[in-house]
């Protein structure tokens, strides 16, 4: 048995190591499992612990469910294997309790802030198409910095995320809290959701080198065509597309990654697959352009739209369709999931997102909080003047709820359901063979990487060896006395 990537020290402090009973043993619900050159691959989508087994091992496997016996010692110890009598799902309930409790802080260090509500486009399935168009104002946005420094805590380190409307119309506010920011000592990172047609050059360095912008999210629709109309840019001052892919350029020349939203309708269905092709040619050097595809939700925006029958079955065959492209046309980070570790290997999730986190706030224009960046003027917490003033709303966005056939699912332990999340937002049977996809890459990837350091250590050994080998001999030769022949 070999360890090709290591469990998550934090799950296995609060599950500890297990320990051989005589009892009967069985295969703990939440292992992913797959065969490979050496033989099976087996992942634990709670600890995260990647392992290959060999053959032999691998055959003892199969022969579970059944008694205690030495060669499952190992396996016990690391929670791959554990007695039939236990509650996979309560298991993980429990862990992910625990993993709260540890993360129970007053500081408050992920950021959503709109400097403002207003936007340039009016995409059809916009789900703000309802939203005031509000502006923060200049005592707004200082009043968000002093409230960030009361309660960034001693590393002063933050995260915001930028956010609309289209937030670069905002830019003035942007960049007087940064300043404020950047005066009091407080570190931060950033990220922005844009529709992009703002990102010249000159804005792009400001995001550089002022907001510390490592991630611009840009929604693409299609091309040319389609993307204009379906972004209907209010007073377009050039051609929306041909200005926002140029933008997405500047954005990569500076080292900036672009996550590139596909989203996918009725609309757009065969659009685009050809739009990935263009997307391709136009920026060969693909390490920071990173596509992905997201089905549109119903009975959203100005002009909801429905997908009747067997149409939104074929909305998600697509986009699989499309991940797989992605992968073919050589773009970086092609998951989707966003619930998967730091090897984009499955391990234990303790929350959804912003929204059940105490470490995260939405900061709305007019100053006021909320825990959703899709619910921005609706079941609001608190605002800027007196913090949090309704802890019972803001308890209520952790209200968790589950259908029984997702405590059968082997992706459980990363996946969370919210109640205040839209009902038809809860996973088909096609995310589950996205999140299947994703985590048997990962698990390919992490194996390869580890074959590779495998080989490495191994020549490097070798290496060493003849080094020291050729080294004995030197030394040998030069120990050697000369034998004289007095009789010549």
Request: hydrophobic letters at 35%.
């Amino acid at each position: 048995m070999e360890v090709i990537s290591r469990a998550s020290k934090k799950i296995m402090d609060l599950w500890s190591p297990g320990k051989p009973k005589e009892t009967v043993y069985r295969l703990f619900s939440y292992v992913l499992k797959m065969e490979c050159e050496d033989g099976v691959l087996l992942e634990n989508a709670v600890t995260g612990e990647l392992l290959l087994l060999n053959p032999q091992e691998a055959e003892q496997l199969n022969g579970l469910p059944c008694a205690y016996d030495a060669w499952m010692d190992r396996l016990i110890e690391k929670r791959f294997i554990i007695e039939e009598s236990l509650k996979d799902a309560s298991i993980v309930d429990g862990l992910r309790r625990a993993c709260r409790l540890t993360e129970n802080s007053r500081n408050i260090t992920g950021y959503t802030i709109l400097p403002t509500s207003a936007c340039n486009a009016r995409c059809f399935y916009c789900y703000e198409c309802d939203y005031p168009h509000i502006a923060m104002s200049k005592e707004t946005a200082d009043k968000a910095v002093e409230f960030i420094a009361a309660h960034c805590g001693e590393k002063k380190k933050i995260s915001i995320g930028w956010f609309g409307g289209e937030p670069l119309l905002g830019i003035e506010r942007m960049n007087q809290i940064v300043d404020g920011l950047t005066e009091r000592g407080i570190a931060y990172a950033s990220s922005i959701i844009s529709n992009g047609y703002y990102f010249t050059e000159d804005t792009v360095k400001i995001a550089k080198e002022k907001w510390n912008l490592t991630n611009a999210q840009i929604t693409l629709d299609g091309r040319e065509e389609i993307y204009n109309q379906t972004k209907a840019y209010v007073n377009p001052e050039e051609n929306p597309y041909k200005r926002v892919i140029s933008n997405i350029g500047h954005l990569a020349a500076a080292g900036i990654r672009v996550s590139i939203r596909l989203n996918l309708g009725l609309h757009n269905y065969d659009e685009l697959a050809l739009l990935l092709k263009e997307l391709a040619q136009t920026f060969p050097d693909k390490k920071l352009i990173r596509p992905y595809v997201a089905v549109l939700f119903e009975d959203m925006g100005f002009v909801p739209f429905h997908a009747e029958g067997g149409q939104l079955e074929q909305l998600y065959i697509r986009r699989a369709e499309l991940k797989n492209l992605i992968g073919e046309l050589g773009f970086g980070g092609h998951g989707v999931s966003g619930r998967m570790g730091k090897d984009g290997l499955p391990s234990l999730r303790p929350v959804h997102c912003m929204a059940d986190n105490d470490r995260s706030l939405v900061i709305n224009p007019q100053g006021r909080f909320a825990k959703c960046e899709h619910y921005t003027f609706e079941m609001m917490v608190g605002d800027l003047d007196n913090g949090i003033t309704d802890p019972a709303m803001q308890k209520e966005w952790k209200t968790t709820r589950y259908f029984e056939q997702c405590r059968e699912c082997v992706f459980y332990p990363i996946c969370v359901k919210l109640k205040n999340c839209a009902p038809e937002r809860n996973c088909t049977k096609y995310d589950v063979d996205d999140k299947t996809g994703e985590a048997r890459a990962a698990m390919r990837n992490a194996y390869s990487a580890w074959q590779k350091r495998k080989a490495e250590a191994e020549q490097k050994k070798a290496d060493e060896m003849n080094a020291a080998a050729e080294a004995a001999e030197q030394e040998d030769e030069e120990d050697e006395v000369p034998v004289s022949d007095e009789n010549c």
